[in-house]
Structure formats: C-alpha cells, structure tokens
C-alpha cells in the first residue's frame, strides 16, 4: 500500500515572496495554516525572455531571487530559505522541468543533439492549442528526449540536475508538462532517484490530457498527480467519472486556482463565501490540496511568470486564514481525506445542493460532504436518516467537524437551510 503522506501543499511564487532571505515570513504563514509542503515554481536561471519556465542555466539561480548584499553565496542562500521551512515542519517541492529549456541556452550549442530541429535546421518550439489556436513558446526550446542520439547523455543531465536540487534540500517535484515526455525518461529517472533518495516524492503535471493518458503518464511512478476539480461546475459527472478512471493509479491534487488560470477571487468579484466554498470542497475532495500564495488573501492579480515582482503584493480586507486553518486540520486530521478514496454523488431533493458519500479503503472512516453551490442565497436540504447513505450501519453516530457552524447534535429527519456557500462534513465509522 502506498504510503500516506498529508499533502496539503502551499504554493510560494517565488518572484512574489521576492528573495530568499524573505522566504521566511511566507513559510512561517504556511505552517500556521497548517500545510505540510511548500512548492515553489522554477527558481533557476531565465533565459533573456525572463520566464521562469525558460530555464538558461539549470545550475544558476535567478537574480531576482538573489541578495548580492548578503555574505553567502548563492547556494547557501536558497539552502538557508529551504532549512527555514523544514525547521517549521515543512518540506519543499521544486518544478523540474526537462521537456524544454531557454532557446538561448548554451545547452544548444554545446550539445544540438538533444533537441529537436525543423527541416530549416531551426530548433522546435513547444506548443499547444488554446481555444482552438495554436499558441508557441518562441523563447524555449524543445529536448528530443525520444529520438536523441545521446539518450545517455540527457538522461544522466537531467539526472544530475535532480540530485543537484535534492542537494538544496527539496524533498519532492512537480514535473512540468510531465505528458510531454517519454514514459520511458519518467520511470527511469523516478526509479534512480529513489535508489538514492527514497522519501523524495515526484507530482506529474498532466492538466488538459485525457484520462487514459493521464493513466498512462502516472504509470511511469509518479506518486501524485493533479486533477481538474478547479473546473467543475458542482453538477455534472465528467469530474466523478475522471477521478474513478485514475485513482487507482495515483492520488491527486486538487487546487481552487493556479499560477497558470484567473484567480478565484477576481473569476467571483469578490464573493467571500464563494471563496470559502472552493476551498472546502477543493481540500476534502482528493488526497492531496494547493492552495497559491495570495488565495488567502483574496489576491486578484494573476501571477506573471516573467513581470510579477515582491511590489505586485496586494493589499485586501480578506483575510481567509483562520478559515483555511480550520480546513487543513480537517484534512490533516481525518485519514479518509488524505487518500482516493470510492466516492458518490448522493441523490436527494434540491440540485443546488451537492450530497457527496466517500468511504476510506485504509481506515473505517465514511464521510458525507452537504455543500450549498449557491454562493449568493441560502438553501434547503432535507434528508430522512443519514444512516440510509453510509455503511457504517444501525447504531452509528454522525460526528459534525464542520469548518464553520459545526452542529453538537445530527437529527433525524435532517432539515437544514444552509448558508450561501456552506458547507457541512460529518464523520462516521464503519
């Protein structure tokens, strides 16, 4: 059985937080609110684009990140940041990415053969297809990781780099665009990194792909993936249906927004409850939640990979913080919400209200999730007897760890008018 680990991840944006000596304070929040893990976005060298995910030099740091005024050296201040976290009790992530690198890498030059090239001898840019359009990174360039002909030598650089940054001390990595890269590379590269360092632990970054490829990038043994609830309108099937196709393969990730999508708060104008909601449902759905830095906050500036700066911190009314607390230590707390577990959609009386059944497989935890997806009015909801959705049977007591509002007592029949954005956990066991 897989080991379980509290994946209650914090997402530190490095250009916000700004250098690393001032890391620190953003960790120390992080830990308060009682994440496990803190994973920050490519820190390494830029190419002249300036995109953190146009990496020039593997084994350099951006400037941006960096303090020439302090008296240690640039290894030891990124080492210094990551010690601050562990000693809070945190471990660090890192985003590995090795499908593509800055297109004025010297990597180019001095070894061609691992890319690939048009037939007007140009290097291949990375693309993709957004709303039907086909959008080009011209500032990357991309690795032939399937038809190079020094295999060997890719693998054993990218190998390097891995135990280069394990060396800094992050303990895990989110492999950016990791369907974009032979299984083969991935399984190989995961497999020798755990003979040397079992406890470090890889995330695959497969958003947009098909279930079945999703399966298939997973495979390759990756601990962790991340799933599309961010996206889910609370009502139809596709996001039940994607979760059963891959849970059984590796646990995953949900997130209420990302570095790459709007943030929540400017997508709702605002709605407090909305907010609370997503986060709710976001940290209770799967085995593991990120949250960015900034959601608690009520930022609404998206993160820029290339532009965003420590100046770019907004200042708000809305201060999530206790309410996060609360729902990570639910999290943190309940073993059936730190894994895949079966999970249903319960019918009932009211379509603006979800009714969701989940049931551990390593504990003997079931618990039912009763969310108002109205974040503007109250709704009712209505049950006869919550025994007649669980397994736990006759006699079996319903324990309300509600964030907010929690009941001292579960009636039965169950008449409740849930707040707008409510939501109410009960815990029973088997």
Not at 36 to 47: A, E
């Amino acid at each position: 059985m897989r080991r379980q680990e509290k994946m209650i991840i914090y997402n530190l944006f490095p250009p916000l937080a700004g250098r690393f000596a001032d890391w620190r304070k953003h960790v120390k929040r992080a830990a308060e609110m009682g994440f496990t893990w803190v994973f920050v976005n490519p820190i390494q060298r830029p190419g002249s684009s300036g995109s953190l995910y146009s990496i020039a030099d593997y084994y350099g740091f951006n400037p941006v990140l960096l303090d020439s005024k302090k008296n240690k050296d640039d290894t030891a201040q990124v080492k210094e940041a990551v010690n601050a976290a562990k000693r809070l009790g945190l471990k660090m992530m890192v985003d590995l990415v090795i499908s593509h690198c800055a297109i004025d890498s010297d990597l180019i030059q001095k070894h061609p053969e691992w890319f690939q090239w048009d037939r007007k001898g140009r290097v291949v840019h990375p693309f993709c297809r957004e709303n039907g359009k086909k959008v080009v990174w011209r500032d990357l360039a991309k690795f032939d990781h399937r038809n190079t002909k020094d295999k060997e030598g890719l693998f054993q650089f990218f190998l390097n780099v891995v135990k280069f940054l394990v060396g800094l001390g992050f303990r895990g990595f989110r492999c950016d665009a990791a369907y974009q890269v032979p299984r083969s590379v991935w399984k190989r590269l995961i497999r020798e990194t755990k003979k040397m360092y079992p406890d470090v632990l890889f995330f695959a970054e497969t958003l947009g792909c098909q279930p079945d490829q999703t399966r298939k990038t997973a495979g390759a043994g990756f601990d962790y993936i991340f799933n599309s609830s961010k996206w889910w309108d609370f009502h139809g099937q596709w996001l039940l249906k994607q979760y059963a196709l891959t849970r059984d393969i590796a646990p995953s990730i949900s997130f209420p927004e990302s570095h790459d999508t709007v943030r929540l708060c400017a997508e709702l104008d605002g709605n407090l409850e909305g907010l609370k909601q997503r986060y709710f449902f976001t940290a209770l759905f799967s085995a593991g939640v990120m949250m960015p830095m900034g959601f608690e906050f009520g930022f609404r500036r998206k993160p820029h990979v290339v532009k965003t700066r420590p100046e770019d911190w907004e200042q708000t009314e809305i201060d999530l913080t206790s309410f996060v607390t609360k729902v990570n230590n639910i999290k943190a707390t309940y073993a059936i919400f730190q894994e895949e577990t079966p999970t249903e959609i319960l019918p009932h009386s009211n379509p603006n209200v979800l009714f969701l059944w989940k049931a551990s497989l390593q504990t003997k935890e079931e618990a039912l999730i009763i969310l108002n997806k109205d974040m503007h009015h109250h709704q009712h909801f209505y049950v006869e007897n919550f025994l007649e959705y669980v397994q736990a049977g006759e006699g079996a007591d319903f324990v309300d760890i509600s964030p907010e509002y929690p009941m001292d007592y579960i009636p039965a029949p169950f008449v409740y008018d849930l707040r707008p954005g409510q939501g109410i956990v009960l815990i029973t066991s088997r």
